[in-house]
């Protein structure tokens, strides 16, 4: 089946640094992938929708300048968290989908510690 | 935003029991979709159903499809500890977005 690896699967970093979370789809290629952020015993907030090639689309709320979304390739996205704060510390998962109809592959999330 | 309501929020039911949970929704879809999510991990898909499916089957999940109640079940029947997670239903918001309901944490007591 389709396979999304996400890396790393946790970091703890301090306040003021930058993070970069990787998101690979192993097996097929993702024309589109999506962020999601997940607060405890929440359900996951769509943050970005990532095209190849293309600019990311952002659901409102989400600043686009502190969540920069890289789609360099059909097979990886990069968020990276810029200048990351305590708030910034959730759970942090991104998910690939094939085609239009597709459903979605999910990596296994990035536990992000602000500390 | 939201686009699924869960329910109920969190289910208890001894192992053997059948488990159903329930989504409802608020706009037209084109298919509805059911993952689950273990405890700190991504999420897995379990089913999609499209809009002029009424009920579909997967094992021992069955799903079911009520477009003019704009609702949708999902049933596992003999449950194992193994199913204990969270359930969440999600439907497709324009033309690329998946958006996820509030989600049913299941636990299966053995």
């Known amino acids: 089946g389709a396979v999304v690896s996400q890396h790393p699967s946790w970091v703890i970093c301090k306040s003021g640094t930058s993070v970069k979370i990787e998101c690979r789809s192993l097996?097929?290629?993702?024309?589109?992938m999506f962020w999601y952020r997940q607060f405890p015993k929440q359900s996951l907030m769509l943050m970005a929708t990532?095209?190849?090639?293309?600019?990311?689309?952002?659901e409102q709320g989400v600043e686009k300048d502190k969540f920069l979304i890289n789609h360099a390739s059909l097979t990886l996205s990069t968020l990276t968290v810029t200048s990351a704060h305590p708030e910034d510390s959730s759970f942090y998962i991104c998910?690939?989908?094939?085609?239009?109809?597709?459903?979605?592959?999910f990596g296994n999330g990035t536990r992000l510690t602000v500390t | 935003s939201q686009q699924g309501e869960e329910d109920p929020q969190a289910l208890s039911i001894q192992e053997g029991e059948n488990a159903t949970m329930n989504c409802s929704y608020k706009?037209?879809?084109?298919?509805l979709q059911w993952y689950r999510q273990n405890s700190g991990r991504g999420l897995v898909h379990l089913i999609l159903?499209?809009?002029?499916?009424r009920e579909k089957h997967s094992g021992r999940l069955r799903v079911t499809l009520d477009t003019s109640k704009k609702s949708s079940s999902l049933l596992i029947t003999a449950s194992r500890a193994a199913d204990t997670a969270s359930y969440f239903c999600?439907?497709?918001?324009?033309?690329?977005?998946?958006?996820f309901g509030q989600g049913t944490r299941l636990t299966i007591n053995p």
């Open positions: 998910s690939a989908r094939g085609g239009w109809d597709s459903p979605l592959h």
């Open positions: 097996d097929f290629q993702a024309t589109t």
């Open positions: 990532s095209n190849e090639g293309s600019k990311a689309t952002y």
């Open positions: 706009t037209s879809i084109n298919n």
């Open positions: 159903i499209r809009s002029n499916e």
């Open positions: 999600a439907t497709r918001q324009g033309a690329q977005k998946l958006v």
